[in-house]
């Protein structure tokens, strides 16, 4: 990706994106396993909306730069190759260790959510469960951290058509493209803000999961992709200060926004801005920049792993105790999280890598074994999850039993 400019060529992956990701991830694990060491972790999901929002608005852009118009199609089998292949197999996973190890009496909420992960309707399902009456915190199922991965789909099944629509006012009205899409970017950011505020105020749990009271975290990475490169010695001191500000911003929420009757309105203005404030800053080679800690192997690799490690360690934490028997303490966490990296990193070594990175045109023909078994275990995920589906639906909910309730929020 290019520092600022969405019009620039693509580039190498961007150390403080990276960092970011690193970021967000430890904020999301670190809540789910020691909830009282970072008791708003959740925030973490904030940070990868807004990167993700200023990802795929800079590459849609260069795309109508480059072509004159935005290519879905080549668009969409990015985002397939990218997402698809790692998710499918963990929520594969998650309807067989259901069926395994949880007891028949919970089987109906776990593989009904198991459907709604793989349909990308998970924010939904869940806003549709806080609106129960009685019930203002949700039940915890082992792929509930689906609800982000859910909206984030919602996004860029919407967002591109903005785009699209952008790029043909100004070719109508002899507008430059940058300055359309960002009229109609940041129109559609605002009125997803005020939408925010106002069902926050309402209704904090169903503003936490929709789409478009989340809309404007993606808007405000989107919009920063227009900012153009900026240059100088005076304001890479500023912009080595504002990442340092940015940071802190994002920390401070994580530890403090505890009231979640609060979030995601005004509120999280805090971590999202923080973020855009990082990313605008770069990577400055100036005194007191956060580059020399950005761009250590550890932080790189942490924030190269941060989705198939936001995939898996949510399923370990569930079904340890399903399978142990027994609640998991700290000597337990522990391991768990060492084996939640573990399997995170096979994950994207062998899933998540091979589906996403490109080849030329003539090597996509694969060996007919290879062909074989990638057919076989898109056969299998495909008949566990509609298996899991029906068999949600189908199972008749236990008269009088009252289902645990927690507030877990990824």
């Given at each position: ?5 969405a ?5 190498a ?10 970021v967000?991830?430890?904020?999301v ?41 935005v ?161 100088g ?21 994580a ?15 805090v971590?999202?801005l923080?973020?855009?404030a ?42 340890t ?45 694969m ?12 056969a ?31």
């Amino acid at each position: 990706m290019s520092s600022s400019s969405a019009a620039a060529p693509r580039a190498a992956v961007r150390p403080e994106i990276q960092a970011l990701r690193a970021v967000a991830i430890g904020c999301v694990v670190l809540y789910h396993f020691w909830p009282a060491a970072l008791p708003a972790g959740f925030v973490g999901v904030d940070v990868f909306f807004v990167v993700s929002g200023f990802l795929i608005t800079g590459l849609l852009l260069r795309d109508a730069e480059r072509f004159g118009r935005v290519r879905l199609r080549e668009f969409y089998v990015r985002r397939i190759r990218r997402i698809l292949p790692a998710a499918m197999v963990v929520l594969t996973a998650c309807g067989i260790a259901t069926l395994l190890f949880v007891p028949r009496i919970e089987w109906r909420p776990f593989l009904q959510q198991v459907l709604s992960s793989a349909l990308y309707v998970q924010n939904w399902h869940l806003a549709r469960d806080s609106q129960i009456p009685g019930s203002a915190d949700l039940e915890s199922t082992p792929v509930q951290h689906f609800w982000s991965l859910s909206v984030e789909e919602q996004f860029y099944l919407l967002w591109p058509l903005l785009i699209i629509g952008a790029v043909w006012l100004a070719a109508r009205f002899g507008r430059t493209r940058p300055a359309m899409a960002g009229a109609v970017l940041g129109a559609a950011t605002l009125a997803s803000f005020v939408h925010c505020v106002l069902l926050t105020a309402q209704d904090h749990n169903l503003a936490y999961f929709s789409t478009f009271a989340r809309a404007w975290e993606f808007g405000v990475g989107g919009l920063l992709a227009l900012v153009p490169a900026m240059a100088g010695e005076r304001l890479r001191r500023t912009r080595a200060l504002a990442a340092w500000v940015g940071l802190a911003a994002v920390a401070v929420a994580a530890r403090t926004f505890t009231d979640h009757a609060l979030f995601p309105g005004a509120i999280a203005l805090v971590p999202v801005l923080g973020t855009a404030a990082v990313i605008w800053a770069g990577m400055p080679r100036a005194a007191l920049s956060l580059a020399p800690v950005a761009e250590l192997r550890p932080v790189q690799w942490f924030g190269d792993l941060s989705y198939s490690l936001y995939l898996w360690h949510w399923p370990i934490i569930m079904f340890t105790p399903y399978i142990t028997g027994q609640p998991s303490h700290a000597p337990v966490m522990v391991l768990l999280l060492v084996l939640s990296i573990v399997v995170s990193a096979a994950s994207k070594r062998w899933i998540e890598d091979p589906f996403r990175r490109s080849v030329p045109r003539e090597r996509l023909r694969m060996p007919r074994a290879r062909r074989a078994a990638v057919a076989s275990v898109a056969a299998i995920s495909a008949v566990v999850l509609l298996t899991s589906g029906v068999a949600g639906y189908a199972i008749e909910e236990p008269h009088g039993v009252a289902c645990q309730r927690s507030d877990d929020r990824e």
